[in-house]
């Protein structure tokens, strides 16, 4: 499902019983070919105005549905609730198949309702404009990286979840996290314009039923938000250490066998007869230290991944990876 107003969910809410009649014979009345472009102002008028003068055709439908349109105009607006539910958005796809995604949640889970309308009712008040639900969604499988410093957020992609815990990674200066389990998500991002976090006006669901108490609080700003994100920097510092004194010992290892190779390969056109033996010798050794080395290090990630850590193949992998991309990216004068 995209994005659908706040207002426009809680209103479907109370008018669920009657909602189909009343779409199919709104679709048909704004289907008319002379009757299209004043459907949605007449309708507005006549259910806010009530004495206002309309079209024949708008009238009747008011008073057939007069109750429905009443209760929509109490919690959104009826144009604005009609024109999201029978109007395609660009890029968003058919607006009646939205909207009647969402009904039908809300019929399949009609028992629930005032928690349902609980948790919209507290996302509305928490100033979010629009909802972003999709029972498939999994926030677990997302994983964001922040820096402590707020300005240097200014590229990234940041998530505000429930459940949140670090993940060890190269480095102390940033914060790689993910949620073990959320209903929602809130995306943040900081603006250079003024320096500040800002929050997006939809909110993300897989649920419409959980304890609001799991939402931030009222009060919470983005830049509160992002606070609390920061205070994960406190977890898992020894595992990050590790992860990182693994990375580097792996990257300065592998960077002193092509030293290594580079040096073998040279002596081959050098002069020094007389000494030549025993330079090769000497690389000869070198080579065996080395396979010593890499075998400690070795030992050491098998360590890390079969003790009692977070730490996995898969971190250490990606995280040799992402330092070595790095590395080999930063130009040296």
């Not at 992860?243 to 020094?272: F, G, H, P, Q």
């Not at 007869?273 to 070795?298: F, G, P, W």
């Not at 990606?318 to 040296?332: A, F, G, P, Q, V």
Request: aromatic fraction near 10%; charged fraction near 35%.
């Amino acid at each position: 499902m995209e994005d659908i107003k706040v207002k426009n969910a809680i209103a479907l809410c109370h008018i669920i019983d009657g909602y189909e009649d009343f779409i199919k014979d709104a679709k048909n009345l704004r289907n008319e070919k002379s009757f299209n472009s004043y459907f949605l102002e007449d309708l507005k008028k006549i259910s806010l105005a009530k004495n206002a003068f309309v079209r024949r055709n708008v009238k009747r439908f008011y008073e057939k549905h007069k109750r429905i349109i009443d209760t929509i105009n109490e919690y959104s607006r009826i144009d604005v609730f009609l024109f999201e539910t029978l109007y395609d958005r660009v890029d968003k796809g058919s607006a009646e198949e939205l909207m009647h995604t969402l009904y039908e949640y809300l019929l399949k889970n009609d028992g629930d309702m005032e928690q349902i309308l609980n948790v919209l009712n507290h996302i509305k008040t928490l100033g979010f404009d629009s909802i972003h639900l999709d029972e498939t969604a999994d926030f677990t499988k997302e994983e964001y990286i922040i820096s402590t410093k707020p300005i240097e957020n200014h590229d990234r992609k940041i998530g505000y979840l429930e459940n949140l815990e670090r993940i060890p990674a190269y480095g102390t200066n940033n914060v790689r996290y993910k949620s073990n389990g959320s209903h929602y998500k809130i995306k943040l991002y900081y603006t250079l314009g003024n320096y500040q976090f800002l929050r997006d006006n939809t909110i993300y669901l897989n649920s419409l039923l959980f304890d609001c108490s799991l939402l931030p609080p009222f009060s919470a700003s983005p830049d509160e938000l992002f606070a609390e994100i920061t205070t994960l920097k406190e977890e898992k510092e020894e595992e990050c250490k590790k992860v990182t004194d693994s990375v580097d010992l792996k990257i300065r290892l592998a960077e002193l066998e092509d030293k290594l190779y580079s040096a073998k390969e040279m002596i081959k056109n050098i002069s020094i007869t007389s000494e030549l033996k025993n330079i090769e010798d000497a690389i000869c050794y070198m080579e065996l230290e080395l396979v010593r080395m890499k075998q400690i290090s070795s030992d050491y990630d098998k360590s890390l991944v079969e003790g009692e850590t977070s730490i996995t193949e898969e971190i250490l992998k990606r995280e040799r990876n992402l330092r070595k991309s790095i590395l080999d990216n930063t130009d040296i004068d």
